[in-house]
Nanobody, 126 residues
Framework: QVQLVESGGGLVQAGGSLRLSCAAS????????MGWFRQAPGKEREFVAA????????YYAESVKGRFTISRDNAKNTIYLQMNSLKPEDTAVYYC???????????????????WGQGTQVTVSS
């Protein structure tokens, strides 16, 4: 079955950086658009970033644009989220997402996500 395993979360001071990874198995990775969502305590899960099959198309939430970068390595079945200039409001559980819909669809709604990872906690202290 499909497995998405996130890693790289942790505690960082405001202004710092983290790099999340998501290793995928049980699927033909190059056939899936991938993305990242996050959920803060008491809030709904929200879109962060998405990437197309080959990696040339990327989409970001306005709140992270210019600070976060999504990328993928199809040879390693892995996607990444480089997070720079982190803010306390970035604190959340970050989830990896896989979809057979388009990356634009992932950016519009989580309903287009077919598979989720278990999440990794990111905490940004002020």
């Amino acid at each position: 079955q499909v497995q998405l395993v996130e890693s790289g979360g942790g505690l960082v001071q405001a202004g710092g950086s983290l790099r999340l990874s998501c290793a995928a198995s049980g699927l033909t990775f190059s056939n899936y658009r991938m993305g990242w969502f996050r959920q803060a305590p008491g809030k709904e899960r929200e879109f962060v970033a998405a990437i197309s099959l080959g990696g040339s198309g990327t989409y970001y939430a306005e709140s992270v644009k210019g600070r976060f970068t999504i990328s993928r390595d199809n040879a390693k079945n892995t996607i990444y989220l480089q997070m720079n200039s982190l803010k306390p409001e970035d604190t959340a559980v970050y989830y990896c997402a896989a979809s057979t819909s388009t990356a634009q669809a992932i950016a519009r709604s989580a309903e287009f996500v077919g598979n989720w990872g278990q999440g990794t906690q990111v905490t940004v202290s002020s």
